[in-house]
């Protein structure tokens, strides 16, 4: 397919966490997303191993369990939130945004089943699962080609989320998926076509108050 007329810096900084506008009820073609894959393939991985393995699920009755679980894990990490009350409760522009993070956040645990594509990144751990020191050189195996997928998603008009709350129950994901033993999996990537225009830049916090020159 032909990449949508975007510069790689419209690409980076247009990139969002699509939710509510997720098409649900158009189809993605198999071609399409085999595309974006084999770009998330040429990501970089630690001494080159490349042990990601991906799952692409489109079978309905996958998405719909997946989707229960999803919403299961969703719930729980709401009342979590809720509980702990609002951390931005003297700026009220980051409650509002917070606020409708929220929402959406429930929106999408409502509909994940319904999403067409659902792709979860996953890495070869090892028989003896994940190490209990220092894991980034492992993740950092997988989530740089997790977030290729998703750049080239965007460049082909194609909206994604990247989340990680079904992980809560991974072990029950990972039956439904049929996955061996020593394969962990990174996040959920639900994929689909977006509803509306496009999207812009999101407000961030200046560069200036999270930057430290040689030293904190």
């Known amino acids: 397919m032909t990449a949508l007329s975007l510069t790689s810096d419209e690409v980076l900084t247009t990139t969002r966490t699509v939710r509510k506008r997720l098409d649900l009820s158009r189809p993605v073609p198999m071609a399409l997303i085999r595309e974006c894959l084999e770009i998330a393939l040429q990501a970089p991985s630690g001494s080159n191993r490349q042990g990601w393995e991906w799952l692409v699920i489109t079978d309905p009755d996958q998405r719909v369990a997946i989707g229960s679980v999803y919403k299961r894990a969703t719930e729980e990490y709401l009342e979590a939130v809720t509980a702990a009350g609002n951390p931005y409760e003297d700026d009220p522009e ?15 645990s409502d509909h994940m089943g319904e999403v ?11 028989k ?46 990972a039956g439904l998926l049929e996955l061996p033993a020593g394969v962990a999996q ?16 999101a407000s961030r916090q200046p560069l200036d108050d999270v930057l430290h020159l040689d030293r904190w």
Request: hydrophobic share 45%; with cysteine; glycine share 10%.
């Open 94 to 108: 980051r409650t509002a945004v917070q606020a409708r993070i929220r929402a959406s956040t429930r929106y999408l």
């Open 116 to 126: 067409p594509v659902l792709v979860i990144p996953c890495i070869r751990a090892g």
């Open 186 to 201: 990174a996040l959920l990537i639900p994929t689909a076509y977006y509803t509306g225009e496009t999207f812009k830049p």
């Open 128 to 173: 003896q699962g994940l190490d209990a020191g220092n894991q980034s050189g492992l993740w950092g195996s997988i989530l740089p080609a997790a977030w290729s997928y998703m750049l080239a998603a965007r460049a082909r008009g194609l909206g994604t989320a990247w989340t990680t709350l079904h992980l809560k129950y991974e072990a029950e994901v």
